[in-house]
């Protein structure tokens, strides 16, 4: 078993920067990919970014890509999302997830995904 465990989360205006970082423990493996979605009230859950353990190869969703950096500390067990330019549409529970097939290409669909968090609430407003 793999536990992932969301921070960073809170209440921030419209501009302003935000990470949101994301410790693994428990079974984890250089082999995996992992994820950031994000859940809005009423919507579905949606893909944002991933990156692969192994060697840090990155994969975003095309309304964040320049906005949003995925990184992660091996070292830590630990990814990150940097937010920067937060938008209202931005608000929403982000999730973490774990993609133990770490098969390339790198995947935005939720069912690729074995483990999850909890989540980290974000709310961007003035």
């Known amino acids: 078993q793999v536990q992932l465990v969301e921070s960073g989360g809170g209440l921030v205006q419209p501009g302003a920067s935000l990470r949101l970082s994301c410790t693994a423990s428990?079974?984890?493996?250089?082999?995996?990919?992992m994820g950031w979605f994000r859940q809005a009230p009423g919507k579905e859950r949606e893909f944002v970014a991933a990156?692969?353990?192994?060697?840090?190869?990155?994969y975003y969703e095309y309304s964040v890509k320049g906005r949003f950096t995925i990184s992660r500390d091996n070292a830590k067990n630990t990814v990150y999302l940097e937010m920067n330019n937060v938008k209202p549409e931005d608000t929403a529970v982000y999730y973490c997830?774990?993609?133990?097939?770490?098969?390339?290409?790198?995947?935005?669909?939720?069912?690729?995904?074995?483990?999850w968090g909890q989540g980290t609430q974000v709310t961007v407003s003035s």
């Open positions: 997830a774990a993609d133990k097939s770490g098969i390339r290409p790198l995947s935005g669909r939720k069912n690729r995904y074995d483990y």
């Open positions: 428990g079974r984890t493996s250089s082999s995996y990919a």
């Open positions: 990156v692969s353990w192994s060697d840090g190869v990155t």
